[in-house]
């Protein structure tokens, strides 16, 4: 049984104007970059937070990587920003092969 969205999402995704229909896509296959920040550097954070001025953060253990702008028009324009934004901390900063 898949579990239902609690009340202040019910019917975010269905009503929406601009969705249409809905393709299952991994995540790994649509943000390589993020799959592999989370797998091997660290962890991201989605979501308004007092702390901090941005809507979504590539984080490790040492602090914030890359943080993104303070808000998008959707989640998935934050997941595009965030996926570029790690592409270019791995390839400056760490060294992405095993």
Same mark, same amino acid.
């Given at each position: ?26 995540? *790994? #296959?649509?943000?390589? $970059?993020?799959?592999?920040? &989370? ?5 991201? /954070? ?29 989640? *998935? #324009?934050?997941?595009? $920003?965030?996926?570029?934004? &790690? ?5 400056? /900063? ?5």
């Amino acid at each position: 049984m898949r579990p239902q969205p609690n009340n202040a999402c019910a019917g975010s995704l269905s009503s929406s104007p601009r969705m249409t229909k809905v393709t299952a896509i991994s995540f *790994d #296959a649509s943000y390589p $970059h993020l799959s592999c920040w &989370v797998t091997k550097f660290g962890w991201l /954070e989605i979501g308004y937070d007092s702390m901090t001025d941005s809507f979504i953060r590539a984080v490790h253990p040492g602090g914030d990587s890359w943080k993104g702008r303070r808000s998008y028009e959707t989640l *998935d #324009a934050a997941l595009a $920003h965030a996926e570029a934004g &790690v592409a270019r901390l791995v390839g400056e /900063e760490y060294d992405s092969t095993d």
